[in-house]
Protein backbone atom coordinates (compact mmCIF):
# COMPACT_ATOMS: atom_id res chain seq x y z
CA UNK A 1 0.00 0.00 0.00
CA UNK A 2 1.31 3.62 -0.77
CA UNK A 3 -0.33 6.87 0.47
CA UNK A 4 0.13 10.07 -2.10
CA UNK A 5 -0.09 13.41 -0.89
CA UNK A 6 0.10 16.32 -3.20
CA UNK A 7 1.00 19.67 -2.15
CA UNK A 8 1.97 22.67 -3.85
CA UNK A 9 -0.77 23.56 -6.16
CA UNK A 10 -2.16 27.46 -6.29
CA UNK A 11 -3.15 30.52 -8.55
CA UNK A 12 -0.54 31.75 -10.96
CA UNK A 13 -0.14 34.37 -13.73
CA UNK A 14 0.50 32.93 -17.24
CA UNK A 15 4.09 33.00 -17.78
CA UNK A 16 4.85 32.14 -14.12
CA UNK A 17 5.98 28.66 -12.31
CA UNK A 18 4.72 26.02 -9.52
CA UNK A 19 6.90 23.29 -8.02
CA UNK A 20 3.98 19.93 -6.98
CA UNK A 21 5.41 17.63 -4.71
CA UNK A 22 3.81 14.27 -3.91
CA UNK A 23 4.97 12.70 -0.64
CA UNK A 24 4.72 8.95 0.07
CA UNK A 25 4.53 7.26 2.30
CA UNK A 26 5.80 3.59 2.93
CA UNK A 27 9.41 1.98 2.89
CA UNK A 28 8.89 0.94 -0.93
CA UNK A 29 8.40 4.17 -2.55
CA UNK A 30 11.91 3.42 -4.86
CA UNK A 31 9.86 0.21 -6.41
CA UNK A 32 7.04 2.34 -7.83
CA UNK A 33 6.98 4.34 -11.19
CA UNK A 34 5.79 7.45 -10.61
CA UNK A 35 3.48 9.42 -12.91
CA UNK A 36 1.98 13.57 -12.98
CA UNK A 37 -1.81 13.31 -14.83
CA UNK A 38 -3.92 16.46 -14.26
CA UNK A 39 -8.04 16.61 -15.33
CA UNK A 40 -9.39 19.83 -16.30
CA UNK A 41 -13.03 20.62 -15.87
CA UNK A 42 -15.47 18.65 -18.47
CA UNK A 43 -12.47 16.56 -19.90
CA UNK A 44 -10.75 13.25 -18.89
CA UNK A 45 -7.51 12.98 -16.70
CA UNK A 46 -4.70 13.24 -19.14
CA UNK A 47 -1.05 12.64 -18.66
CA UNK A 48 1.61 14.74 -18.16
CA UNK A 49 5.02 13.41 -16.86
CA UNK A 50 6.17 9.78 -15.83
CA UNK A 51 9.51 9.14 -14.06
CA UNK A 52 10.93 5.38 -13.51
CA UNK A 53 12.07 3.61 -10.11
CA UNK A 54 15.38 5.07 -9.71
CA UNK A 55 14.67 8.19 -11.90
CA UNK A 56 16.67 7.33 -14.59
CA UNK A 57 14.41 8.01 -17.47
CA UNK A 58 11.53 10.16 -17.80
CA UNK A 59 8.89 11.23 -20.21
CA UNK A 60 6.22 13.89 -20.79
CA UNK A 61 3.34 14.84 -22.82
CA UNK A 62 3.75 16.57 -25.77
CA UNK A 63 1.71 20.03 -24.70
CA UNK A 64 4.69 20.02 -21.39
CA UNK A 65 7.67 19.30 -23.14
CA UNK A 66 10.28 21.77 -22.46
CA UNK A 67 8.46 23.77 -19.95
CA UNK A 68 8.00 20.85 -17.41
CA UNK A 69 10.59 18.92 -15.12
CA UNK A 70 9.75 15.46 -13.30
CA UNK A 71 11.84 14.20 -10.76
CA UNK A 72 12.17 12.10 -7.57
CA UNK A 73 14.11 12.09 -4.35
CA UNK A 74 13.73 8.45 -2.82
CA UNK A 75 15.21 9.15 0.29
CA UNK A 76 12.63 11.88 0.69
CA UNK A 77 9.83 9.46 -0.86
CA UNK A 78 9.02 12.48 -2.64
CA UNK A 79 8.31 13.17 -6.82
CA UNK A 80 7.96 16.20 -7.81
CA UNK A 81 7.25 18.60 -10.58
CA UNK A 82 9.05 21.57 -11.69
CA UNK A 83 6.32 23.75 -14.15
CA UNK A 84 7.68 26.44 -15.94
CA UNK A 85 6.19 28.99 -18.39
CA UNK A 86 2.69 28.20 -17.77
CA UNK A 87 -0.11 28.76 -19.71
CA UNK A 88 -3.88 29.19 -19.52
CA UNK A 89 -4.62 25.88 -20.39
CA UNK A 90 -2.70 24.04 -17.66
CA UNK A 91 -5.84 24.53 -15.49
CA UNK A 92 -6.46 21.31 -13.95
CA UNK A 93 -6.40 18.98 -11.00
CA UNK A 94 -2.53 17.57 -11.00
CA UNK A 95 -2.52 13.96 -8.98
CA UNK A 96 0.57 12.29 -8.59
CA UNK A 97 0.06 8.54 -9.14
CA UNK A 98 2.26 5.14 -8.33
CA UNK A 99 2.66 2.18 -10.49
CA UNK A 100 4.20 -1.23 -9.11
CA UNK A 101 4.31 -2.80 -12.35
CA UNK A 102 6.40 -0.27 -14.72
CA UNK A 103 10.07 -1.26 -15.31
CA UNK A 104 10.84 1.42 -17.91
CA UNK A 105 9.48 4.39 -20.06
CA UNK A 106 7.08 2.41 -22.39
CA UNK A 107 3.49 2.96 -23.86
CA UNK A 108 1.93 2.17 -20.59
CA UNK A 109 3.93 4.74 -18.34
CA UNK A 110 0.95 6.84 -20.34
CA UNK A 111 -2.13 5.39 -19.22
CA UNK A 112 -4.33 6.27 -16.69
CA UNK A 113 -5.31 2.76 -15.86
CA UNK A 114 -2.17 1.46 -16.02
CA UNK A 115 -1.44 2.79 -12.20
CA UNK A 116 -2.41 1.26 -8.64
CA UNK A 117 -2.36 4.57 -6.39
CA UNK A 118 -3.71 7.68 -6.40
CA UNK A 119 -3.16 11.52 -4.50
CA UNK A 120 -5.82 13.45 -4.09
CA UNK A 121 -4.74 16.08 -6.62
CA UNK A 122 -4.29 19.21 -6.16
CA UNK A 123 -5.47 22.66 -7.93
CA UNK A 124 -3.15 24.18 -10.24
CA UNK A 125 -5.01 27.93 -11.55
CA UNK A 126 -3.00 29.95 -14.47
CA UNK A 127 -4.55 33.42 -15.07
CA UNK A 128 -3.90 35.29 -17.98
Known amino acids: QVQLVESGGGLVQAGGSLRLSCAAS????????MGWFRQAPGKEREFVAG????????TYADSVKGRFTISRDNAKNTVYLQMNSLKPEDTAVFYC?????????????????????WGQGTQVTVSS
Open 26 to 33: GRTFSRYA
Open 97 to 117: AADFGLSGITKATMRVYEYDY
Open 51 to 58: ITRSGDST
